[in-house]
């Protein structure tokens, strides 16, 4: 790993997308094929050029919707890499790290990373995620208590936060207005519509304190990315997006008296380790795309990647910091709430864009320093990138 | 009685269908251990693993707890309220909360272990 002031580990120089659709718009291993496709045209690569593939599934889905078998859908031959990565939300910022590692000791020169899945069926998306999330330490429990879905999870942390630091309903809706302002910039979000507080208010509960706007805005689609070089990188047809540091973090549960996940998440450890290989603090980080599946997720992003301390994120995003024009731009494609839910890469991919400059409408001021992370379980797994279009932070 | 570590599940499910909460305790320091850490400690002297389950008071406090307004299955349905309580031992569990109006569930309430046909609940404990 560089350390502060050396270069980038590597960079990333395409990127990719399938057609993202409410519907069903294909099989999803046809949908990663052509977000590969995408992304090899966009580094300006031939398919020879490709010598390494890592693949993140959903896992809503089965390993069969998603094979290692996609290296011959594309006709790639000869690849020095290819594996499944395996740890849920935190999967595809997992995948960019690995493929960033491999290249930096001359495993690979070109790495493809995609995600790829269909969760809305023709009945639509909540179905897909009418799951339990295994919090409870013995399997089967969940559904013995009907402790369904993973927004029952996620809410009951929600709610212990809300008791613990005075997070209130209007600091969640807070949070879905800053993305809506920023999807209604974004070309690729699907939730543009003005949302008010009213709005929020309105929306039904689906897991109290969980309402339809506090959660995910599920699509079918598939985005890939190209990890180079850093030297063959800056010779490609986009700017660079320097990786400069990146960080993982899974705290592990006991279940035991004070195992609180409102005190701390493995996100915290994926941010120190992260801002310290890039030599950084979060100060000089100027904009934040953050895996944000539920609203809450981001007050927890914000508290656990060093911008507030405990308790203060939700007064921090009604002052206006995360919108537009505010100080520390939050998910500026709309994120997960209202751009569009492809898991890890929403982020990913919305970090490329604002590191190429090429946001437009929704293009932050200052894109010197953007945190990228990736979250899964129910805050159980985490990483992070810090991303740049600068070959040196120094 | 000693734990196989692929049996934990079982076990622990085991009790619940005859309507009793034991949870594991390293059997060398008497301490109850989380249902996450199950502790698969081999006795350095021999090969006997050191969780038991031993019978809990029943007795805890909330921690968190949600309510569910969408209606997932026929087997659950609403009003339908899930709390993660803390067990007078230090372990918590995830569990239904019955017997009382949403508007009076607050973290630190005390809660009693009982069960009805589909297994454990939470019940405000008596004053």
């Known amino acids: 790993m560089a350390k502060p002031g050396q270069k980038p580990v590597a960079a990333i120089s395409g990127l990719g997308f399938s057609t993202l659709s409410r519907k069903p718009a294909g099989t999803t291993r046809e949908l990663a094929a052509v977000a590969i496709e995408a992304a090899i045209n966009d580094a300006g690569l031939k398919k020879t050029a490709i010598d390494g593939l890592l693949i993140n599934r959903s896992p809503l889905s089965t390993s069969e919707e998603l094979p290692l078998r996609l290296q011959n ?16 939300g935190s999967s595809a910022v997992q995948i960019i790290q690995y493929a960033a590692l ?11 990373c ?80 003005p949302l008010t507080l009213t709005d929020y208010l309105a929306s039904p509960h689906i897991v109290w304190p969980f309402r339809v706007l506090d959660c995910a805005f599920p699509v079918n689609g598939a985005i890939a990315v190209i990890v180079t070089s850093v030297a063959e990188a800056q010779s490609g047809p986009n700017p660079p997006v ?21 005190i701390t998440t493995g996100a915290a450890l994926a941010a120190e380790r992260a801002y310290r290989n890039a030599g950084v603090t979060a100060n000089q ?73 090429t946001g437009e409408g929704r293009q932050v001021e200052r ?21 740049s279009p600068h070959a040196s932070l120094s | ?23 594991p305790v390293d059997s060398l320091t008497h301490e109850a251990l989380g249902l996450h850490a199950r502790s698969w400690r081999a006795n350095p002297r021999d090969t006997e693993q050191t969780v038991r389950w031993m019978p809990a008071a029943g007795t805890g406090t909330i921690v968190s707890h949600v309510i569910f307004h969408r209606q997932y299955s026929p087997d659950f349905p609403l009003p339908h309220i899930v709390a993660l309580v803390e067990l007078t031992e230090g372990p918590q569990l995830l ?30 404990s008596m004053p």
């Open chain 2, 95 to 124: 569990g239904r909360l019955v017997d009382i109006d949403a508007t009076q569930i607050a973290a630190g309430l005390a809660v009693t272990v009982d069960f009805d046909k589909k297994g454990l609940i939470f019940r405000p």
């Open chain 2, 1 to 23: 009685m000693s734990v196989l570590h692929d049996t934990f599940d079982q076990e622990f499910l085991s009790f619940i269908a005859q309507k009793e909460l034991r949870i």
């Open chain 1, 242 to 262: 320097y990786i400069h540091g990146m960080g993982q973090g899974h705290k592990g549960r006991s279940g035991l008296r004070g195992d609180d996940l409102v």
């Open chain 1, 367 to 387: 894109n010197d320093l953007i945190l990228v992370t990736g979250s899964g379980g129910c805050f159980d797994y985490h990483a992070c990138l810090l991303l």
């Open chain 1, 102 to 112: 491999a290249i930096a000791q001359g495993l690979a020169n070109h790495v493809v």
């Open chain 1, 114 to 193: 995609v995600f790829a899945d269909s969760p809305v069926k023709p009945q639509g998306g909540g179905e897909s995620f009418a799951i339990g999330l295994p919090i409870s330490g013995i399997d089967g429990w969940e559904d013995q208590q009907g402790f369904v879905s993973a927004i029952a999870a996620y809410a009951l942390v929600a709610q212990r936060h809300m008791t613990t630091y005075g997070t209130r309903e209007e600091d969640l809706a807070a949070y879905a207005m800053s993305c809506r302002e920023w999807a209604m910039r974004s070309p690729q979000a699907f939730l543009k519509k």
């Open chain 1, 73 to 88: 859908d594309l006709g790639l031959h000869d690849l020095s890499l290819l594996a499944h990565v395996d740890s849920e």
């Open chain 1, 285 to 357: 980080i100027t904009a934040c795309e953050f895996y944000d599946a539920f609203s809450f997720s981001g007050i927890m992003s914000l508290e656990e990647y060093g911008f507030c301390q405990r308790g203060e994120a939700a007064a921090f995003i009604t002052a206006g910091h995360t919108r537009p024009g505010g100080k520390l731009p939050v998910n500026t494609g709309g994120g997960h709430l209202s751009g569009f839910y492809l898991q890890g890469m929403t982020p990913v991919a919305e970090g490329i864009i604002q590191v190429r400059g």
